[in-house]
């Protein structure tokens, strides 16, 4: 980090000119000798993310070309890159021939990689989509237990009369009559779901009393196997059902402002499966049952189904609870969220502080500790299914606020096996806060996106239509907008600054082509934006805090990432020179330095130092074999005596105790 700000620190301005705009003008013939060294690192290949990122199988006129290929049967119609992957990979079928050309090595392993990675995030797609149908399908039949006690409504079929078909005896042609009484005699809730057990009752019914067909050799079989058993619908096949069915979901999307994303949610595919088999007097829930009984009740469905996932296995690997507070149009909430070694991100409480700061009372720590966390912490212990005598959370995270810090040390005075840290992202966040608001140079690159948003991505009519289009033609018909920064998202000024780096080639054709010329303004921007100087100080300023923004996406993941806390640390504290004690000057590396030691000793303590240790990562634990030492060990025994060790042991039973434990853990 420090080496490269350092490659710019001498272009950096250290008095404030007049404008944004003058700054960087004044800035760029200094640009001009930004290191070398940035270059021929960018220049590293990188693995494809998809086949047309290869130079040599291009997308053209509709379709695609080989250059690998004679030049006479180089072309293939329909851009489609599965295709071209298997051409390239010389697999017979799949509808396209394999490559006649010489393909050389490591394009060919280029080529594998991507198909090996493809296949496999399609196997991982299809088990996520296997697990999800069969979760939503145990939580919903357990909600429709709870509401109906295992009795659910369903009109039953006329009881069976010889010479009768259930072919030709449907639904549709029962009476309103029949119905209606089939529904009285059971509940007025006829709305909350049904089954099909009397259907199968007269099914069943149906085949043990099916007319006898004889056959050769005088065998009688009864002719109830050529019966179906007709559910739903008319009695013929409606070819258009499907495209009126497809409007209709289309148009409830549409009409009701809701995200076109839902058309592929997996519950609105169970839906239209369970909707085959409803009578067609089914009337839907009212909004008062929605929003009462099978709230209630799918709530209390999911709760059971979160809390079976975040407490499996926490006698071994503990449960860690964190929160931060947040004011959503005026009211004042803290949320509080767990993780488990099972469950990653489990929203466990949304309390509403309204009626407590009504009273006269604060948001202080005894609050956060006693009235917030306490309970939710309780709840967890009665529910776990191990039953723990010590409880199941052992580790806290909250932000730096001292209000919820010190909740937290009350919570450990309650259970000395707690343990409360900073979480990592809020750290980073303000690393990133501090170099975006204190450090000219940093400042003065997120000012001049915010004008680029201002001209190209925000109020500026003519200029944005003209990025549109040309932003379309530069991301595969995707409009790639600016991001504009937010209090919400963490290190927002330096996700605009990667997001304008990523526009480079869209701004750049925007402002060379006529249109833009003609409208003759926004020219001091232009000229910057057209100088190569300009984006290469920009790409080493990113660079710059690289290292950071790892540990920031890190703790973005749901997935557990204590292990790699501590090994994104030192990464960065490799790129740092050994004599820190010198950074006390006013440059861009001295003043990113002094914020990034000063934030670091928020993210080295117990959990993230032993997490180090016990990776299963094979590149952490040969990083961990090479850099372990004593500060690592005796995190480890500190994390033993307060997680395993009786705190009611005294004297020799306890060093005893402690010894036994430790050379567990070293075995």
Same mark, same amino acid.
């Given at each position: 980090?420090?080496?490269?700000?350092?490659?710019?620190?001498?272009?950096?301005?250290?008095?404030?000119?007049?404008?944004?705009?003058?700054?960087?003008?004044?800035?760029?013939?200094?640009?001009?000798?930004?290191?070398?060294?940035?270059?021929?690192?960018?220049?590293?290949?990188?693995?494809?993310?998809?086949?047309?990122?290869?130079?040599?199988?291009?997308?053209?006129?509709?379709?695609?070309?080989?250059?690998?290929?004679?030049?006479?049967?180089?072309?293939?119609?329909?851009?489609?890159?599965?295709?071209?992957?298997?051409?390239?990979?010389?697999?017979?079928?799949?509808?396209?021939?394999?490559?006649?050309?010489?393909?050389?090595?490591?394009?060919?392993?280029?080529?594998?990689?991507?198909?090996?990675?493809?296949?496999?995030?399609?196997?991982?797609?299809?088990?996520?989509?296997?697990?999800?149908?069969?979760?939503?399908?145990?939580?919903?039949?357990?909600?429709?237990?709870?509401?109906?006690?295992?009795?659910?409504?369903?009109?039953?079929?006329?009881?069976?009369?010889?010479?009768?078909?259930?072919?030709?005896?449907?639904?549709?042609?029962?009476?309103?009559?029949?119905?209606?009484?089939?529904?009285?005699?059971?509940?007025?809730?006829?709305?909350? @779901?049904?089954?099909?057990?009397?259907?199968?009752?007269?099914?069943?019914?149906?085949?043990?009393?099916?007319?006898?067909?004889?056959?050769?050799?005088?065998?009688?079989? +009864?002719?109830?196997?050529?019966?179906?058993?007709?559910?739903?619908?008319?009695?013929?096949?409606?070819?258009?059902?499907?495209?009126?069915?497809?409007?209709?979901?289309?148009?409830?999307?549409?009409?009701?402002?809701?995200?076109?994303?839902?058309?592929?949610?997996?519950?609105?595919?169970?839906?239209?499966?369970?909707?085959?088999?409803?009578?067609?007097?089914?009337? +839907?829930?009212?909004?008062?049952?929605?929003?009462?009984?099978?709230?209630?009740?799918?709530?209390?469905?999911?709760?059971?189904?979160?809390?079976?996932?975040?407490?499996?296995?926490?006698?071994?690997?503990?449960?860690?609870?964190?929160?931060?507070?947040?004011?959503?149009?005026?009211?004042?909430?803290?949320?509080?969220?767990?993780?488990?070694?099972?469950?990653?991100?489990?929203?466990?409480?949304?309390?509403?502080?309204?009626?407590?700061?009504?009273?006269?009372?604060?948001?202080?720590?005894?609050?956060?500790?006693?009235?917030?966390?306490?309970?939710?912490?309780?709840?967890?212990?009665?529910?776990?299914?191990?039953?723990?005598?010590?409880?199941?959370?052992?580790?806290?995270?909250?932000?730096?606020?001292?209000?919820?810090?010190?909740?937290?040390?009350?919570?450990?005075?309650?259970?000395?096996?707690?343990?409360? @840290?900073?979480?990592?992202?809020?750290?980073?966040?303000?690393?990133?806060?501090?170099?975006?608001?204190?450090?000219?140079?940093?400042?003065?690159?997120?000012?001049?996106?915010?004008?680029?948003?201002?001209?190209?991505?925000?109020?500026?009519?003519? +200029?944005?239509?003209?990025?549109?289009?040309?932003?379309?033609?530069?991301?595969?018909?995707?409009?790639?907008?600016?991001?504009?920064?937010?209090?919400?998202?963490?290190?927002?000024?330096?996700?605009?600054?990667?997001?304008?780096?990523?526009?480079?080639?869209?701004?750049?054709?925007?402002?060379?082509?006529?249109?833009?010329?003609?409208?003759?303004?926004?020219?001091?921007?232009?000229?910057?934006?057209?100088?190569?100087?300009?984006?290469?100080?920009?790409?080493?300023?990113?660079?710059?805090?690289?290292?950071?923004?790892?540990?920031?996406?890190?703790?973005?993941?749901?997935?557990?990432?204590?292990?790699?806390?501590?090994?994104?640390?030192?990464?960065?504290?490799?790129?740092?020179?050994?004599?820190?004690?010198?950074?006390?000057?006013?440059?861009?590396?001295?003043?990113?330095?002094?914020?990034?030691?000063?934030?670091?000793?928020?993210?080295?303590?117990?959990?993230?130092?032993?997490?180090?240790?016990?990776?299963?990562?094979?590149?952490?634990?040969?990083?961990?074999?090479?850099?372990?030492?004593?500060?690592?060990?005796?995190?480890?025994?500190?994390?033993?005596?307060?997680?395993?060790?009786?705190?009611?042991?005294?004297?020799?039973?306890?060093?005893?105790?402690?010894?036994?434990?430790?050379?567990?853990?070293?075995?």
């Amino acid at each position: 980090m420090a080496h490269a700000i350092s490659a710019v620190e001498s272009h950096s301005i250290d008095h404030r000119p007049p404008t944004t705009i003058a700054i960087i003008q004044l800035a760029l013939p200094s640009m001009m000798e930004v290191i070398d060294s940035s270059d021929s690192e960018a220049e590293a290949p990188k693995p494809l993310t998809t086949i047309w990122d290869c130079p040599n199988v291009r997308k053209i006129n509709g379709g695609w070309e080989c250059g690998y290929c004679p030049p006479a049967s180089n072309f293939f119609k329909g851009e489609n890159a599965t295709k071209a992957l298997y051409h390239v990979l010389k697999i017979k079928g799949h509808n396209v021939r394999p490559c006649d050309g010489c393909i050389p090595p490591q394009y060919a392993n280029a080529y594998t990689d991507l198909h090996l990675r493809n296949n496999a995030a399609s196997e991982t797609r299809q088990q996520k989509k296997s697990a999800m149908n069969k979760v939503i399908g145990d939580i919903q039949s357990r909600t429709v237990a709870a509401i109906g006690g295992g009795v659910v409504v369903v009109p039953t079929l006329p009881a069976y009369e010889p010479g009768i078909s259930l072919l030709s005896s449907t639904p549709s042609s029962l009476s309103s009559a029949t119905a209606s009484s089939s529904i009285k005699k059971r509940t007025s809730s006829s709305s909350y @779901g049904g089954t099909i057990s009397g259907w199968a009752a007269a099914a069943s019914h149906q085949s043990n009393h099916a007319p006898q067909k004889k056959f050769k050799g005088g065998e009688s079989k +009864p002719a109830s196997s050529q019966l179906q058993l007709k559910l739903y619908g008319a009695s013929t096949y409606d070819p258009s059902a499907a495209g009126r069915l497809n409007v209709a979901i289309a148009d409830f999307l549409h009409s009701n402002c809701l995200s076109f994303s839902l058309a592929e949610c997996p519950k609105l595919k169970a839906i239209i499966t369970l909707a085959k088999n409803v009578h067609k007097d089914y009337k +839907p829930p009212t909004r008062q049952a929605i929003g009462g009984p099978f709230l209630d009740s799918l709530f209390e469905s999911y709760w059971n189904q979160q809390m079976k996932s975040l407490l499996l296995e926490s006698d071994i690997f503990g449960v860690t609870v964190f929160g931060d507070g947040a004011t959503i149009q005026k009211v004042p909430l803290v949320n509080v969220m767990a993780a488990g070694v099972h469950n990653p991100s489990a929203l466990l409480d949304i309390e509403d502080c309204t009626d407590h700061l009504a009273k006269g009372g604060k948001k202080d720590a005894r609050y956060l500790a006693l009235e917030v966390a306490k309970p939710i912490i309780t709840r967890l212990d009665l529910e776990n299914p191990d039953g723990m005598a010590s409880g199941a959370v052992d580790l806290i995270m909250f932000d730096g606020a001292s209000n919820v810090q010190n909740a937290g040390r009350i919570l450990n005075a309650l259970d000395p096996r707690i343990t409360v @840290g900073h979480g990592a992202e809020h750290v980073v966040s303000l690393l990133f806060a501090d170099c975006y608001s204190k450090i000219d140079a940093f400042k003065l690159l997120s000012s001049f996106s915010k004008r680029c948003r201002d001209i190209w991505g925000n109020v500026r009519h003519s +200029p944005h239509a003209m990025f549109t289009a040309y932003s379309k033609q530069h991301n595969n018909g995707i409009n790639l907008g600016f991001v504009k920064p937010s209090e919400c998202r963490m290190a927002g000024e330096h996700i605009a600054l990667l997001r304008l780096l990523r526009l480079k080639n869209a701004l750049r054709s925007t402002i060379a082509s006529k249109e833009f010329m003609d409208l003759k303004q926004f020219k001091a921007e232009a000229t910057i934006l057209s100088s190569d100087a300009f984006w290469k100080y920009l790409f080493v300023m990113c660079r710059a805090l690289y290292a950071p923004m790892r540990i920031l996406r890190l703790a973005d993941q749901k997935t557990p990432a204590m292990d790699k806390l501590y090994y994104y640390v030192l990464q960065t504290d490799r790129q740092l020179p050994n004599e820190a004690d010198k950074w006390s000057g006013d440059s861009v590396t001295h003043q990113v330095m002094r914020f990034w030691l000063r934030r670091r000793e928020n993210l080295v303590h117990d959990y993230s130092l032993v997490g180090y240790i016990l990776s299963p990562n094979p590149i952490i634990m040969e990083d961990a074999a090479k850099n372990k030492s004593k500060d690592h060990m005796n995190a480890a025994k500190r994390l033993i005596i307060k997680l395993f060790i009786d705190p009611t042991l005294t004297g020799t039973e306890r060093t005893n105790a402690i010894a036994k434990m430790y050379n567990t853990f070293l075995e």
